[in-house]
């Protein structure tokens, strides 16, 4: 059989293509239309229909086709369409081929499929709910709020079918399959925090979605397998154990022409989470415009700008101290202005980022020192403020 073209997305879709699926924020089937397929880009176009219902078998159940036109909150009737990445989820089906509803292209773009929810969005808008929508089947925790309130309870409200849990430490994955044995869609994501038991997450067997950030703990063994989650349709890691990170890649990269979208990047070795662990720029490592060199060089100058700023704020006070954080704020500012003047790659995330990490070092400062120091604060961003050009 001949390999499949690189230039056509791994589960087969064609342009025209009306595709079905069960949206759980609607609680029936609904479907899109493929309108456009970007080899390069590897993302597909897809106008949302209409229409909602039970499970379709081909496009008379669907009767006239009429794309989803968007009153909610500030969509001022626009179509929803939009670019989404090109492989088709395997609990999707195409269920026929028709005349493009809509021949221009779309301006927005989505990573993952969500079939449905903005039909959701508007029925609830129509509805007369004019608040923020809030997901019925969704959670969301920190770790600290789950261990005291949801652990070691009895299986919970079957309705939540979507979790989202913050790591600040540690978190036992074993507590969070027996509260909420039927989901369907998991984030875990931390701040260099551990997940215990990961190999649980086996037993979530409806799972069709799992994010995984900037947690740590895992190990080959603890990889999720087609023969338990059968149902999986999206695989997100980032800045997780590499063993944890190959073992997926290798389990699931054979799952992507039934269905299954990989993405995993910033893998981590061991040596990593200890150098940095108290590095606030650490995720420019791995982030896909910024190069090492310059990931090396800007945790540099932030470890030079945090040295010289706790020796001023811990040395005793001068006439001339304010002046001193200002200039240091100057000196940061300007540091960054080079990096990222030949090629520009600071932008809105990386600039509070940045502004986030002149903050952080204010802090320590003042957990060791057991005082306020938002004077100084203020002068570092104000000398920060007065010459960055990003």
Known sequence: MAARSLSSPPRPVVVGDVVAAYSDPLGAWTAGQITGIDGDWKKVDVLDLDWSGPEPTSLLDLGDLRPL??????????????HFNWVLPRSHKVIGNRPLLRTEGSNSYGSEWRLGLQLALQRSWD?????????????????????????????LDGEVYDVTITVADTFDCSGLVAAYPGLKRLTLRGKLGTLTNAESLNRLTELQRLSISDLFGMTSMDRLTPEHVPHLETLSLSSVPAEYATAMRATWRTEIPNGTDVDIHSPRKPDWVAENRDNPLRDWDGREHISTARFKKAVAQYKATRR???????????????SRLFSLGREYGEAFNHMDRRNSFIETGEREELFDALAGI????????????????????????????W
Request: proline share 3%; aromatic share 6%.
């Open 362 to 389: 204010v802090k320590t400062a003042e957990e060791g020192l057991g005082r306020d120091l938002a004077w100084a604060g203020e002068h570092l961003i104000n000398g920060l403020e007065s010459i960055r050009d």
């Open 69 to 82: 036109r968007l009153t909610h909150h500030s969509w001022e009737g626009k179509l929803s369409h939009c």
């Open 127 to 155: 509805g007369g709910n004019h608040d923020s929508w809030v997901d019925p089947g969704a959670r969301t925790f920190s770790d600290e709020y789950f261990l005291h309130e949801v652990d070691g309870r009895p299986a």
């Open 308 to 322: 010289a700023v706790l020796a001023e704020l811990r040395a005793p006070e001068t006439a001339d101290q304010l």
